[in-house]
């Protein structure tokens, strides 16, 4: 246990729905990042917040994705209209600086049918 | 950011100590090299991290050449539960937020 916890671990949804995922970081931790894993490869980097500010968000982020982070403590990702290319592992990470180690959540395994 | 190239899987036997190579050919000054580790259905964790020549801690070491255009992670005595994807980052120095990953290395420890 890293200390970063996801919610929910797994989800199946129907194409078209919307589905809401949510981290809670190490509470020290000012940053935060979202990634996305498919099978057989390495995480990719969607975005990051310093507080509650979302710094970046990556091209992967299509206008179907959107993050949140109220109060710069716990974290939600929402996907709209869902699609079975968003099928996923999304893993949350924290880090008390932008250098120091990330420490990744267990992931939300999506799966949309 | 420079491109990692690590093997696609490896395999070992209990006991024995397993080395895997990354090549990052186009580091620049600035960038550390990282390795973390994955289990099946659970986030990267981080393993160890160095700039040059040699870091150890109390899992792995990482060796890095002068010319840091590879660096080998090393496990020693691994056992059965270091069975994982091994993942080879180059970072930059003061900005880690944007972790690239690659396809990282199946490590296979056997009985």
């Known amino acids: ?113 | 950011l420079a491109k990692t190239t690590q093997p696609i899987s490896m395999d070992s036997y209990e006991g024995q100590e397993v080395n895997i190579t990354c090549s990052h050919n186009n580091i620049a000054t600035n960038d550390y090299i990282t390795w973390y580790q994955q289990f099946p259905s659970q986030g990267p964790r981080f393993i160890i991290q160095g700039y040059k020549t040699k870091v150890t801690n109390e899992v792995a070491s990482l060796f890095i050449p002068a010319d840091r255009k590879s660096s080998t992670l090393s496990l020693p005595r691994v056992s059965l539960s270091d069975t994982a994807v091994y993942y080879c980052l180059v970072v930059l120095v003061g900005s880690n937020y944007k972790l690239t990953f690659g396809k990282g290395t199946l490590l296979t420890v056997n009985p």
């Open chain 1, 1 to 113: 246990d890293t200390g970063v916890s996801q919610d929910p671990r797994h989800k199946i949804t129907k194409r078209g729905q919307n589905v809401t995922f949510r981290c809670d970081p190490i509470s020290e931790h000012n940053r935060l990042y979202w990634y996305r894993q498919t099978l057989g490869q390495g995480p990719e980097f969607l975005t990051y917040f310093q507080n509650e500010a979302q710094l970046e968000k990556s091209r992967l982020l299509s206008d179907r994705f959107s993050a949140e982070r109220p109060k710069g403590s716990f974290s939600t990702l929402e996907i709209q209209r869902t699609e079975q290319g968003d099928s996923a592992m999304y893993l949350c990470a924290s880090s008390l600086l932008s250098y120091d180690e990330q420490f990744f959540g267990p992931g939300t395994r999506l799966t949309v049918l």
